[in-house]
């Protein structure tokens, strides 16, 4: 008997154990679930703040988006040599989803005899997809080809390229077309005739002006130079081996071509007269043998449109002489870029007086004992003085180093400023 109740006590409590685990258990599982569902409401709460915050920036995004392309297109228009005139068909109009609203445009371009075929066209404005949202699609049509652009699956642009010739009655329509569309193009301000400002979108940047000085010793520099951008301005010494080959160069891109003048430095600067080069203007020559080494310089590089000074720290705080050569270079329809090889040059302040077009450098972009993150850091100086006060002008020179920076950041630039001819912003 007692065994038995003993038995009895044990499988009451093994009950009432068990019926504690199952209520812990159910307990458990209500808390679980609870807590679980208040997450998931909390969860898609979030969800929902997200997607609205995202759709509004999307709007942002696409017209920020729309702003750098445009910016793209206007350069790379450029340097494929596509000009206003150009345009044969342009047309806007605002599209909208939903809340996003953008404009979207639509632009044809006549590209006959533009020596550009449809694999370059493809190959330079592929580069306006460099992102991940942003697509670039190409068909051809039977004059040509077709460009679209789409941002997150929004159209934006379509440019179309006619490559082949029209007959006189198309060129006929399409003047008029395009007569009717466009505005009439305003005075040309620029003092080489041949260099179209190609503001084919509208730009509100700053801009930069990049004189290569130095050029016409060899091939190679003002070659890689001439495929960085066309924007770049060619200064060429005098009878040198290659400055005849550099001239017709930048004739060809349609780049603005200056005189490198030589004059006499100091010789604390560690060169003398014949380092300047031949043709160099000297301080102790009379003021007919000046003008008569100035001529043969001038006639040495025929389509130059402005001058800048080669070394010549001496020579420049000569305000007599400087006077005497810059009067020679207005007579001539020309203008005058002070390099500042000494912090005495007379030359941009007689340049004024005399009421030349005349412009100071901001900054040497470079260094021969230097290397290519200094021409990084003086590139990134030049665009900030721009965004300051609307211009800046940087002068290099055809040094490896300098060619190598250009290739890498001149890409980099162009999404930030424009790179234009001295003459753009004498006015």
């Known amino acids: 008997m007692p065994r038995k109740k003993s038995s009895g006590r044990k499988k009451r409590k093994s009950t009432k154990r068990g019926g504690t685990r199952r209520v812990a258990l159910i307990l458990f599982a209500f808390t679980a679930i609870l807590f679980g569902t208040i997450y998931y409401i909390s969860f898609l709460k979030q969800e929902i703040e997200l997607d609205e915050i995202s759709e509004t920036q999307t709007a942002v995004d696409i ?205 604390i600067s560690g060169y003398n007269a014949d380092d ?43 305000r007599e002489l400087m006077e005497l050569v810059l009067r020679r270079l207005k007579s001539k329809g020309m203008f005058f870029v002070d390099s500042l090889t000494t912090s005495n040059s007379q030359g941009y302040e007689v340049a004024r007086e005399l009421g030349m077009k005349e412009a100071k450098r901001d900054y040497f972009l470079d260094d021969k004992t230097k290397g290519k993150e200094y021409v990084k850091r003086q590139l990134d100086k030049l665009v900030a003085k721009s965004e300051k006060n609307g211009f800046a002008i940087g002068i290099c020179h055809p040094y490896p180093t300098t060619i190598e920076a250009f290739e890498e950041e001149i890409p980099r630039i162009r999404q930030q400023v424009q790179i234009v001819p001295v003459s753009e912003i004498l006015k």
């Open 63 to 267: 017209n920020s988006e729309i702003n750098r392309i445009d910016k793209s297109l206007y350069h790379i228009l450029f340097d494929l040599g596509i000009t206003k005139k150009d345009i044969l068909r342009r047309s806007s109009t605002v599209s909208t989803k939903g809340d996003e609203k953008w404009e979207y445009k639509e632009t044809e371009f006549n590209a006959a005899g533009k020596n550009i075929t449809t694999h370059k066209i493809e190959t330079e404005l592929s580069q306006v997809a460099s992102n991940s949202y942003t697509k670039a699609t190409f068909k051809k049509n039977k004059t040509g080809i077709v460009f679209d652009i789409s941002v997150e699956g929004l159209k934006t642009h379509k440019l179309i390229f006619d490559l082949e010739k029209k007959s006189p009655n198309e060129a006929e329509v399409s003047a008029s077309v395009k007569n009717s569309l466009t505005p009439k193009p305003e005075k040309q301000k620029s003092l080489n005739s041949d260099i179209d400002k190609k503001e084919l979108f509208a730009s509100k940047m700053s801009k930069v002006v990049i004189i290569v000085d130095d050029l016409g010793r060899d091939k190679t520099s003002a070659d890689r130079f001439s495929a960085i951008s066309t924007g770049l301005t060619f200064s060429i010494l005098p009878d040198l081996p290659h400055s005849s080959y550099v001239e017709d160069l930048a004739r060809k891109k349609n780049m603005e071509v200056m005189l490198h003048l030589p004059m006499e430095p100091k010789a």
């Open 276 to 318: 300047a080069g031949e043709g160099v203007l000297m301080v102790g020559q009379t003021k007919e043998a000046i003008l008569r080494s100035l001529d043969r310089d001038l006639s040495a590089v025929p389509t130059a449109v402005g001058v800048n000074n080669h070394m010549g720290s001496k020579f420049t705080e000569s």
